[in-house]
């Protein structure tokens, strides 16, 4: 069994920035990959970032390309979303997600996620 504890989110400005983590328990991590979606009120759910444990593999969607940046720190079994330049169209709850031994960038290819944190970005 795997556990994700996101943390992180909260409320700033239009141009502020957030950093949000994801913890991972449960399992050594050297053949996952970890997502971040969001989802706001009303719409889908849509991926944003995702990285290999140990092999690179970063990719962002295009509407956070250039102002988000994904990494992780291995020693702590944590995957970091640094937000910059955050923008009103950016609010919505954040997940983090993992599964082993394949990339995707759909919902339905993670099999363990997180509870969410919040972001809240005011115009």
């Known amino acids: 069994q795997v556990q994700l504890v996101e943390s992180g989110g909260g409320l700033v400005q239009a141009g502020g920035s957030l950093r949000l983590s994801c913890v991972a328990s449960g399992r050594t991590f050297s053949r996952y990959a970890v997502a971040w979606f969001r989802q706001a009120p009303g719409k889908e759910r849509e991926f944003v970032s995702r990285i290999m444990w140990s092999a690179g593999g970063i990719a962002y969607a295009d509407s956070v390309k250039g102002r988000f940046t994904t990494y992780r720190d291995n020693a702590k079994n944590t995957v970091y979303l640094q937000m910059n330049s955050l923008k009103p169209e950016d609010t919505a709850v954040y997940y983090c997600?993992?599964?082993?031994?394949?990339?995707?960038?759909?919902?339905?290819?993670?099999?363990?996620w997180g509870q969410g944190t919040q972001v809240t970005v005011s115009s």
């Open positions: 997600a993992a599964v082993m031994g394949k990339m995707s960038e759909l919902p339905r290819g993670y099999d363990y």
